[in-house]
């Protein structure tokens, strides 16, 4: 009838006997593309799941060595910024005692201003009563006796500064 056929030939285990069987072809092929098909399938299927488990995999080691960059960068930068602050601080205390410092001199310079211009004033104010009362003896001792005065606390005031700056100088 012009249809092809194939044949199987399958040896009995128990027997001495062989067994043919005709298949027509059109069931062979059929049978075989569909197996074909189904095994292709079946590797498709595997590639992608194991490309899939490659691609997790690469991902989870990246994101874990990047995880582990990023905290050694929060280590260092923890460190440079608890020195800064350190440092920071460093000189807002040097910046405090430099103010205070300045205050003091001011406070200083002041104090001493007033201090060393009153002796001052009394000798140059008695100065001139001297030469206004020249001629009188009395008066004129007793004009000098007050320079005499002030010029011995003047020389004390300027005593205590070169005193001061002395030790200051030694520290």
């Known amino acids: ?6 044949y199987v030939l399958k040896k009995m285990d ?17 049978n075989t593309v569909r197996l074909v098909k189904l095994i292709i399938w079946f590797i498709i299927l595997f590639a992608v799941v194991a ?11 990246l994101r ?3 995880s582990e960059a990023i905290e050694i960068d929060n280590t260092r930068l923890e460190t440079i910024n608890t020195e800064l602050t350190q440092a920071k601080r460093a ?10 410092a300045s205050q003091s ?3 200083f310079l002041a104090s001493m201003s007033h201090d060393i211009r009153t002796p001052m004033n009394a000798i140059m104010g ?6 206004h009362d020249a001629g009188n003896k009395d008066k004129v001792i007793e004009y000098v006796d007050k320079i005499d005065v ?5 020389l004390g005031i300027i005593n205590d500064v070169l005193d001061m700056s002395k030790i200051e100088a030694g520290k």
């Open 64 to 66: 874990k060595s990047q």
């Open 14 to 30: 128990h027997a001495a006997w062989n067994l043919i069987f005709l298949v027509p072809a059109k069931y062979v092929a059929t």
């Open 1 to 6: 009838d012009g249809t092809e056929y194939f």
């Open 51 to 61: 490309a899939g488990c490659m691609i997790k995999g690469i991902v989870t080691v």
């Open 91 to 100: 000189a807002e205390q040097a910046f405090e005692v430099a103010n205070n």
């Open 126 to 131: 008695i100065t001139s009563l001297i030469r």
């Open 105 to 107: 001199k001011s406070d």
């Open 150 to 154: 002030s010029a011995q606390h003047l």
